[in-house]
């Protein structure tokens, strides 16, 4: 029985961008809206998002029903959160602030069950969120080839290894947090705009995933960015959030009633976007 999510099929064929979107907010009903949006991938927002584990439990369940990959960004690498996502069904982990290879093969070891890992095993739930009637035993055999493991390059540190964590055995993925990278390195995002230096150190991030075989992936604020991330090679890319499609929908069909402009501050979402 196949138990492969979406999000790694997409990934492995090549032929096209895996796109996604950002759950901020709690609720398994906005999740359904999410996943039924032709996305391959919805990211449940553990560490910035209003998303506790009993939410993100529900949400893990809402995405997979309708065939596509939760991926869920734990608040923090520790174990134990790393495996709370994994029980639920999450059919990818992406931690947040890593600094270094040690940070990225703790992540690893987490993650994956042995002799690969240390992942405990023992959920009921996660079988049934990569397809219907697959038995634990199917689950255990392939969890390890199935999941999706992403770490956020996200900080001087890691933008200085990019090359070494890319090399990591077991990791998937390197994906780009454009707000807190140009923080690190002194260049932040200002109202959306990305400046040269942090254009360049995302360009480095994306080298070093491709040089080591592995994929690569972005945030981004609209369809704009992230088209224009999609051509430059990334593999993996977020178009929006919950939070900013609701408010720039808001604002729009407001202003399209009142004859004002629709753009303004009112219209911005997390991170400026």
Same mark, same amino acid.
Not at 139 to 167: G, P
């Given at each position: 029985?196949?138990?492969?999510? $979406?999000?790694?099929?997409? +990934?492995?064929?090549?032929?096209?961008?895996? =796109?996604?979107?950002? %759950?901020?907010?709690? @609720?398994?009903?906005?999740?359904?809206?999410?996943?039924?949006?032709?996305?391959?991938?919805?990211?449940?927002?553990?560490? /910035?998002?209003?998303?506790?584990?009993?939410?993100?439990?529900?949400? #893990?369940?809402?995405?997979?029903? !309708?065939?596509?990959?939760?991926?869920?960004?734990?608040?923090?690498? %520790?174990?134990?959160?790393?495996?709370?996502?994994?029980?639920?069904?999450?059919?990818?982990?992406?931690?947040?602030?890593? $600094?270094? #290879?040690?940070? *990225?093969?703790?992540?690893?070891?987490?993650?994956?069950?042995?002799?690969?890992?240390?992942?405990?095993? @023992?959920?009921?739930?996660?079988?049934?969120?990569?397809?219907?009637?697959?038995?634990?035993?199917?689950? =255990?055999?392939?969890?390890?080839?199935?999941?999706?493991?992403?770490? %956020?390059?996200?900080?001087?540190?890691?933008?200085?290894?990019?090359?070494?964590?890319?090399?990591?055995?077991?990791?998937? +993925?390197?994906?780009?947090?454009?707000?807190?990278?140009?923080?690190?390195?002194?260049?932040?995002? %200002?109202?959306?705009?990305?400046?040269?230096?942090?254009?360049?150190?995302?360009?480095?991030?994306?080298?070093?995933?491709?040089?080591?075989?592995?994929?690569? @992936?972005?945030?981004?604020?609209?369809?704009?960015?992230?088209? /224009? !991330?999609?051509? +430059? &090679?990334?593999?993996? *890319?977020? #178009?929006?959030?919950?939070?900013?499609?609701?408010?720039?929908?808001?604002?729009?069909?407001?202003?399209?009633?009142? &004859?004002?402009?629709?753009?303004?501050?009112?219209?911005?979402?997390?991170?400026?976007?």
């Amino acid at each position: 029985m196949d138990g492969t999510s $979406r999000v790694k099929q997409v +990934l492995a064929q090549g032929t096209r961008v895996a =796109l996604g979107v950002w %759950q901020l907010l709690p @609720g398994s009903n906005l999740a359904r809206i999410l996943a039924r949006a032709g996305y391959d991938w919805v990211l449940v927002d553990c560490e /910035h998002g209003n998303i506790d584990d009993a939410a993100m439990h529900e949400s #893990v369940a809402a995405v997979a029903s !309708y065939g596509v990959s939760p991926i869920v960004r734990v608040p923090d690498f %520790q174990s134990w959160m790393i495996k709370r996502a994994l029980d639920a069904g999450a059919h990818g982990v992406l931690a947040p602030l890593v $600094r270094s #290879v040690a940070d *990225v093969r703790a992540f690893v070891d987490a993650a994956r069950f042995p002799p690969q890992g240390r992942r405990g095993f @023992g959920s009921p739930f996660a079988m049934d969120r990569f397809a219907v009637g697959l038995t634990a035993s199917q689950y =255990l055999a392939q969890a390890n080839a199935t999941l999706l493991l992403a770490v %956020q390059i996200e900080t001087r540190e890691a933008l200085d290894a990019a090359d070494a964590i890319a090399a990591v055995e077991g990791l998937d +993925l390197l994906f780009v947090g454009p707000f807190d990278l140009g923080n690190s390195i002194g260049h932040p995002v %200002q109202d959306g705009e990305i400046d040269a230096t942090l254009e360049a150190a995302i360009g480095t991030v994306l080298r070093a995933a491709h040089a080591a075989g592995k994929k690569a @992936g972005i945030y981004c604020g609209d369809g704009t960015q992230a088209r /224009h !991330y999609a051509d +430059l &090679g990334f593999d993996l *890319v977020n #178009v929006l959030t919950d939070v900013g499609a609701l408010a720039a929908s808001l604002t729009r069909e407001r202003a399209t009633v009142t &004859g004002t402009h629709p753009l303004g501050p009112e219209t911005r979402g997390p991170y400026g976007s």
